[in-house]
T-cell receptor
């Protein structure tokens, strides 16, 4: 069974540009999580969904960040406009509702110049 | 405020040594504690602990939870260079739709030949 699939793996963009990160969760998983990881702050939860519904977006840094989950097999995280301080690795993870063992994708390394 | 603290922050050992990594937590309505290993890419799941005093074991890795003293340890015996990674501890709290894991900053382990 395929794991969590994220794309792109690397993204280099210029300040002010829009960035869209994509995630396909493991089939059958009902919860999906977006994280950001930096050396200084570690893993930070940005937002998570249960059954495609956003439950908690308190970790989203500001209005420049938005996330959607239009169906059970796809989610996006968008940053518009991007800023250099958004440079980080962004992970998507999924889990079953019954047991919160989260399985992570390989991540997207974002560099905003 | 809920928090998870890991110690030490980093550790350097020689192959064959035994290491103990620590994770202490303060969480309202504890549900479970999870250990993950992160090499260069995504965190990968190691253990989930929910009951106090019951050891989980997988090969040379083992972990135990003490719910009275609010901590967990991860032991690695006969370390190998392939054990070099960041080890992350996360705690889940009970409550409604809550699926958030509270993450520690990790222990960076380097195993030298």
């Amino acid at each position: 069974d395929a794991g969590v699939i994220q794309s792109p793996r690397h993204e280099v963009t210029e300040m002010g540009q829009e960035v869209t990160l994509r995630c396909k969760p493991i089939s059958g998983h009902n919860s999906l999580f977006w994280y950001r990881q930096t050396m200084m702050r570690g893993l930070e939860l940005l937002i998570y969904f249960n059954n495609n519904v956003p439950i908690d977006d308190s970790g989203m840094p500001e209005d420049r960040f938005s996330a959607k989950m239009p169906n059970a097999s796809f989610s996006t995280l968008k940053i518009q406009p991007s800023e250099p301080r958004d440079s980080a690795v962004y992970f998507c993870a999924s889990a079953r509702l019954a047991k919160n063992i989260q399985y992570f994708g390989a991540g997207t390394r974002l560099s905003v110049l | 405020e809920d928090k998870v603290v890991q110690s030490p922050l980093s550790l350097v050992v020689h192959e064959g040594d035994t290491v103990t990594l620590n994770c202490s937590y303060e969480v309202t309505n504890f549900r479970s504690l999870l250990w993950y290993k992160q090499e260069k890419k995504a965190p990968t799941f190691l253990f989930m602990l929910t009951s106090s005093g019951i050891e989980k074991k997988s090969g040379r890795l083992s972990s135990i939870l003490d719910k009275k003293e609010l901590f967990s340890i991860l032991n690695i015996t006969a370390t190998q260079t392939g054990d070099s990674a960041v080890y992350l501890c996360a705690v889940e709290a009970r409550g409604g739709n809550n699926r958030k894991l509270i993450w520690g900053l990790g222990t960076s382990l380097a195993v030298n030949p």
